[in-house]
């Protein structure tokens, strides 16, 4: 991979969108493979699959396709005065070889998004699937070489080992998406040799409600929908609730009818509700419901053999409890009364910390929605919905602190894989004072130093395309002296 990317055929924009059409053509051709995948790791509905990665990984080709040759554009830029006669441009650079590693909650949608970003920037990719996903890892693995220049891109497939393996190599960028901790382990590894990082991990996502809404329905059914997508093993899930004491029992009533319209009276029963990755995920989740002691509304029933975690919610929880101290990554809904808005200010950072990936107000005050979202920190934010702001085509995805660093989607992705290179062009070298000028050469003479500080003065000029066109404007402001 290195040795392709060094020679510099990943660079022309043909090649790269060359391999963001194989990618498409991958995509559309390998579609309902993809889908059989996804619904044997995790036992997911045909309509999540659809919506939650196939329509996805498809709307985000599209726009790379449409943008792309803008965006590899030089940046022309303004030059400073006393460095005329000249132009500076910023050039977007391919940073190199990138080291990408996937989550299995969304195995084919993270992983491939971010390789699109690879490919647009024009650097060569390691992709490193997730082993809890093996099914998926295996197709990529299978596939990917068929449709992408099988020189530039590689899957390594396997567990821990291999990627603590990939991890001791010297990479130019390193893209993870999954759990704080591993993430810390991530970036400091990429520390021993400098490598910048692109981690997005997750936290505990609060839910703010405020007296003054549209419609407590409609929040319920947002909700129920955002805690059970992907059985709840979506890191901008909402984790837990804050909600003004005078608009609780509205909320707890609306829930259990939301719950009850998406999946009936036997949750277990629904072919829309997915299950946990593994039997390990299910036991935490079941520790974390048994050993509350909070009120159960609803749910708290864990079939850990079958990995099936009921939709659970739980209210007033002990904020020292396992379920509030801890990224639920499961079906299960926690809700807390709160007075006013410094109060749920307060609650919500001893929960979250400073810096939750997510945070979705709810409100029809627009001086509420913009008072909390100067007030609470986090990557993104959906106001008065939950999770669609990661739908957005060109509008940047990330974390900051514990729950990430870095974005993409977009023209944030080619970003993100792009070195901006700095270029100034100094145009003629003719033995003068106005092609070169002494004041920049010792000695340094008062005349010399009265000169520069009042260049300091001089305006940016704006940039000029060629040298022709810069002699000619050269010679009207002679000219015109």
């Not at 059409?21 to 699959?49: S, T």
């Not at 072919?271 to 299910?282: E, F, G, H, K, M």
């Not at 870095?406 to 080619?414: A, D, I």
């Amino acid at each position: 991979v290195v040795r392709s990317f060094e020679s510099h055929k990943t660079r022309p924009y043909e090649w790269r969108l060359a391999q963001l059409r194989g990618l498409k053509r991958m995509v559309v051709e390998r579609q309902e493979e993809m889908i059989a995948a996804m619904m044997k790791d995790l036992a997911r509905p045909r309509a999540e699959c659809d919506l939650g990665e196939i329509s996805g990984l498809k709307i985000a080709l599209d726009t790379f396709f449409s943008k792309l040759k803008g965006w590899m554009e030089p940046d022309k830029r303004p030059i400073w005065g006393l460095l005329a006669p000249g132009m500076g441009e910023t050039r977007k650079e391919p940073l190199g070889s990138v080291l990408i590693i996937g989550p299995f909650n969304f195995p084919f949608l993270l992983i491939l998004k971010q390789l699109m970003g690879c490919i647009a920037a024009g650097c060569c990719a390691v992709l490193k699937p997730s082993d809890a996903a093996p099914e998926c890892a295996s197709l990529l693995a299978k596939y990917l070489p068929s449709y992408l220049d099988p020189s530039c891109f590689k899957v390594v497939t396997g567990g821990v080992p291999e990627t603590n393996e990939l991890l001791e190599l010297r990479w130019d960028k390193i893209v993870f998406t999954g759990s704080t901790r591993v993430g810390k382990i991530v970036a400091a590894a990429a520390a021993k040799h400098l490598t910048p990082c692109l981690l997005e991990c997750g936290g505990k996502n609060a839910v703010f409600i405020d007296e003054k809404v549209q419609s407590i329905e409609v929040i319920a059914r947002r909700l129920i929908w955002g805690r059970t997508f992907n059985c709840g093993q979506t890191c901008l899930a909402p984790d837990y609730v804050l909600c003004m004491e005078s608009m609780l029992p509205a909320l707890e009533k609306s829930l259990l009818v939301a719950l009850k319209e998406a999946f009936g009276d036997d949750p277990q029963g629904s072919p829309d509700l997915s299950r946990v990755i593994n039997s390990a995920a299910a036991s935490r989740l079941k520790a974390s419901i048994e050993g509350t002691a909070g009120r159960l509304l609803c749910g708290g029933k864990v079939d850990v053999a079958k990995k099936y975690v009921s939709p659970t919610i739980i209210v007033e929880p002990k904020l020292t409890d396992l379920v509030m101290t801890e990224e639920s990554f499961g079906p299960v809904l926690c809700l807390i009364a709160v007075k006013s808005i410094d109060d749920a200010v307060s609650k919500h950072n001893k929960i979250s910390g400073k810096h939750p990936l997510a945070f979705y107000p709810f409100s029809s005050s627009a001086s509420v929605i913009e008072e909390l979202l100067t007030r609470i920190r986090s990557g993104g934010a959906t106001v008065n919905d939950v999770i669609t702001h990661a739908g957005m085509r060109d509008m940047p995805f990330g974390g900051l602190g514990n729950s990430g660093m870095g974005c993409y989607v977009g023209q944030y992705s080619f970003d993100a894989f792009t070195h901006p290179r700095g270029v100034f062009h100094k145009w003629f070298s003719y033995n003068n004072e106005l092609c070169d000028p002494s004041v920049r050469y010792a000695p340094a003479t008062p005349a010399k130093v009265q000169v520069l500080q009042l260049g300091v003065l001089l305006p940016d000029l704006p940039p000029l395309p060629s040298a022709p066109k810069a002699l000619a404007f050269l010679c009207a402001v002679a000219l015109a002296w």
